[in-house]
């Protein structure tokens, strides 16, 4: 065989490979920088407190990009760039839809919303979505101000109109079905609002991206795909980074113990998908350092800087004015119709937590004892107890190696990780309902985190006593999961009899986050009659702008 020849003929072919892997790369990295730009669709434009802002986000370039993150974040400022409370929602092909209950403590202001995903930060606040919005707090009279909004015509995007609206009447009774469908040359992704627009007449351009605003860089490695607790460990008394291997992520209420590290302070651990909040907490385990820690939580976008100076509060124009007196008007209609009557208030239900303890005790039956010292004396013929100055200290004995552990117990009290045991100690004994000891080195290696082998744990449950009141909070995480799915409240088809005794007359019609810009929607009218106005917002799949929107009526 010719070696030469054979070698001449795979060159090409390896130069071509090489070509086309240094082509995908460079694709691949151009597409990487650029940044992803959101906008986000409200079912109005202005709120009353209590009130729910009924939202969709949207990466509108999701096209360009190849790789995508899956988290994008909402945030609330006050007007002074403060975060106020924060939303993780979960991009499902570059969309996301999510609901925020304003609380009612709110004053009457402008706040801003954001919304970004964490890799726009590392982009240098490119695409980040943040629009003013004016909250209104019905319980307060209001200020006289003489300014007055420049209301902006309803239709604000009526030259798009590239969806069209089909309904099957032009217009309707009271609680009667009602049928449309969307129409539209571009495939793409929509959210849409049908709201009185005898409620709210007035519009303001909240779908504006502000120029101004920013928040500080963030050196983000990769586009973020799953739930991760990330931030800085220090040591509470020396405040210096805690450089450890064997660090205990437990979450509070569980049976699931987490073995972290942290390499000079810094901590960064994924976490499994949940909706709502969970209350970890962190520990040092290594024996030689100190247990506790001063974890400090990383937060996406805690402060938006450079933010306009805005001194004044929303004006309340003739059109607003209205609409919080009928707001008023509807909350007393509801609270007349309501059910008044109040459940009776329930006190702490025992609920174990799913771990197999070597020993369990019933405190029902030991309720001749005064206090937990005594029923460890006493009762638990496992236990080694000294005192120093008045404090108990605890030592269990290993039931396979039959000596006593290195270290006092951990205690794991209603659902809570402490080693205080003076807290502990503490505890009225009437108030006890189980207590279980883990002092096998089975169960422990199986169950609990490992370097519980120098000590065991004890679990104590009690019935209407607040022990997570007493303990530090100093290592302890309150995390935000993904938001709470929160579904739109359908009208339902009820007879004329009903709808008297439980009329609906909330000003939004209808709201859905999700829908296809050629969907087909079914839905029922409300007790509301008028005028009402459909709008449909969205993006196609090459990024286009969608909208469409169209008035009906609800008659007698």
């Known amino acids: 065989m010719n070696h030469r020849n054979s070698i001449s003929f795979f060159c090409p072919k390896l130069l071509l490979i090489f070509l086309f892997t240094l082509l995908i790369d460079t694709v691949s990295n151009a597409q990487s920088q650029i940044p992803e730009r959101f906008w986000m669709h409200f079912d109005k434009s202005f709120y009353l407190t209590g009130e729910t802002i009924w939202y969709a986000a949207y990466n509108i370039n999701y096209h360009e990009h190849q790789d995508h993150s899956t988290i994008v974040y909402i945030n609330f400022h006050d007007k002074e760039g403060g975060l106020l409370v924060q939303q993780k929602l979960e991009l499902v092909d570059g969309k996301a839809g999510g609901a925020f209950e304003i609380p009612v403590s709110w004053k009457e202001d402008y706040y801003y919303i954001s919304c970004f995903s964490s890799w726009n930060l590392q982009q240098q606040n490119q695409g980040v979505f943040i629009s003013k919005i004016p909250v209104y707090n019905s319980f307060l009279a209001g200020t006289a101000n003489p300014s007055e909004y420049a209301e902006e015509n309803i239709i604000a995007e009526a030259e798009l109109q590239n969806i069209e609206i089909f309904l099957d009447k032009s217009s309707y009774t009271n609680r009667q079905l009602l ?33 101004s605003g920013r928040y500080k860089s963030s050196p983000v490695k990769e586009k973020e795909k799953k739930l991760s ?113 109040l459940d009776s208030l329930q006190g702490k239900t025992f609920a174990p937590i799913s771990l197999k303890a070597d020993k369990v005790y019933d405190m029902r039956k030991y309720q001749a004892l005064k206090t937990l010292e005594d029923f460890f004396r006493e009762i638990v013929m496992v236990t080694d107890l000294s005192g120093n100055d008045g404090v108990v200290s605890v030592k269990l004995k290993n039931m396979e190696t ?155």
């Open 402 to 556: 039959r000596n006593y552990f290195m270290d006092h117990p951990w205690y794991l009290v209603d659902g809570y990780l402490t080693r205080d045991e003076t807290q502990v100690m503490n505890i009225p004994f009437k108030s006890l309902v189980r207590v279980e000891l883990f002092n096998t080195n089975k169960s422990i290696l199986s169950q609990l985190d490992p370097v519980m082998i120098r000590s065991g744990m004890i679990t104590v449950y009690t019935d209407n006593f607040s022990f997570e009141n007493l303990i530090s909070d100093q290592n302890m995480v309150n995390f935000q999961g993904f938001a709470p799915a929160k579904e739109f409240p359908e009208i339902q088809q009820i007879s004329k009899e009903e709808a008297r005794q439980t009329p609906e007359l909330s000003p939004l019609l209808y709201w859905n986050p999700s829908l296809s810009s050629n969907a087909s929607v079914e839905l029922m009218t409300s007790d509301l009659q008028g005028d009402f106005l459909i709008e449909v917002h969205g993006y196609s799949r090459d990024g286009q702008k969608l909208y469409g929107s169209k008035k009906f009526s609800v008659k007698f």
């Open 179 to 211: 049928k449309l469908r969307l129409a539209s040359s571009m495939e793409g992704s929509c959210s849409m609002s049908i709201r009185s627009l005898d409620a709210t007449s007035v519009k303001i351009n909240t779908s504006k991206v502000l120029s």
């Open 229 to 341: 607790l990330e931030g800085l460990a220090f040591d509470p008394i020396s405040n210096s980074p805690v450089q450890s291997d064997v660090l205990c992520l437990y979450k509070t209420g569980s049976s699931e113990f987490t073995r972290l590290a942290s390499s000079n302070s810094e901590i960064n651990t994924s976490l499994q998908t949940f909706h709502g909040s969970i209350t970890y907490q962190i520990f040092n385990m290594n024996p030689f350092q100190t247990e506790a820690i001063d974890f400090r939580l990383r937060v996406y976008g805690d402060l938006l800087l450079n933010m306009p100076i805005v001194n004044e509060i929303p004006p309340r124009t003739d059109a607003i004015r209205d609409y919080i007196g009928n707001a008023q008007l509807r909350t007393k209609v509801s609270e007349i119709f309501s059910d008044q009557s």
